[in-house]
């Protein structure tokens, strides 16, 4: 079966990457505006699935992304951590003391900043890093890099002068895997269960809820809160934790976190990323 899976941003995107590590180089990539469209893309049937950034170790949860995984109903069925390498590009046979300038998204730039200095490059924000090299590979300008990835400099024939620039290593996003179905339960596999849920205003009410968690000895490995639009100090959690919801305990969780809830969504179960 070919897979066609729904990215935002351009070819050569550290999401495209995520696509690539998932489901091979043999998959077709579908890039999108925006994360709305990704979800759009995989409903109507352009894609199977979708590939959507949902925390990164150092800049934290991507909100944008949770909205969107409010206000639909595909599921999630599987995760992949991209480690995040970033590189200077130039059009070939540019030298790296050419470089005065150096393009990307500003959280790019950010996790840069220190390495350009020394090198005493000029961060210029651009609105995606892959479309920044995609842009320099198209209109080369003399004395001016952008930072991506090595997929990107790939892509679009560009010139890597350094590589591995970030100036903290330990930089990894986080994606989901969606589409429009689960996928079979493997129990030899070890899992994850995301859920979204709201709670009642009142004293020990979340406590509650993470209670059923601890006392089945289900260990929990992300928590997160989120305004609610339509009521004001009212708050979503997101919650990961470990386990399928067709394991006897896992299912018993659920069925008792529901009697603390106001409300559930069961986003997924899904095999851990690297298992």
């Known amino acids: 079966m070919s897979f066609t899976i729904a990215f935002q941003g351009e070819h050569g995107a550290y999401s495209e990457q995520a696509v690539r590590q998932h489901f091979g180089a043999e998959a077709t990539s579908l890039p999108c505006r925006s994360f709305a469209e990704i979800f759009e893309a995989v409903h109507t049937g352009r894609a199977t699935h979708g590939m959507l950034p949902v925390e990164n170790?150092?800049?934290?949860?991507?909100?944008?992304?949770y909205d969107e995984l409010v206000d639909h109903d595909l599921r999630v069925i599987g995760e992949e951590i991209v480690h995040v390498q970033?590189?200077?590009?130039?059009?070939?046979?540019?030298?790296l003391e050419e470089i005065r300038r150096a393009k990307s998204h500003h959280q790019a730039l950010a996790q840069t900043a220190k390495t350009l200095a020394r090198l005493g490059i000029e961060p210029i924000v651009h609105y995606d890093t892959a479309g920044a090299a995609r842009d320099l590979a198209s209109q080369p300008e003399q004395g001016t890099a952008a930072v991506a990835s090595a997929l990107a400099a790939e892509t679009y024939g560009l010139s890597i002068l350094a590589r591995d620039i970030q100036d903290e290593p330990g930089n990894y996003t986080r994606?989901?895997?969606?589409a429009r179905e689960d996928v079979a339960y493997q129990p030899e596999r070890p899992y994850k269960t995301s859920l979204i849920l709201t709670?009642?205003?009142?004293?020990g009410a979340l406590y509650a809820v993470l209670g059923e968690l601890a006392t089945r000895n289900i260990n929990l490995t992300k928590i997160e809160s989120r305004?609610?639009?339509?009521r004001p100090w009212h708050y979503y959690f997101f919650v990961d934790f470990e386990?399928?919801?067709?394991?006897?305990?896992?299912?018993?969780a659920l069925l008792a976190i529901l009697n603390h809830?106001?409300?559930?969504?069961?986003?997924?179960?899904?095999?851990k990323s690297g298992e």
């Open 243 to 252: 386990g399928h919801m067709s394991q006897t305990a896992v299912r018993e």
């Open 86 to 95: 970033h590189c200077l590009m130039a059009a070939q046979g540019t030298k």
């Open 175 to 178: 994606f989901f895997v969606l």
């Open 227 to 230: 305004p609610r639009r339509n």
């Open 57 to 65: 170790s150092l800049a934290g949860t991507v909100i944008p992304a």
């Open 261 to 271: 809830a106001s409300s559930l969504k069961v986003l997924g179960s899904y095999p």
């Open 199 to 203: 709670t009642r205003h009142a004293p």
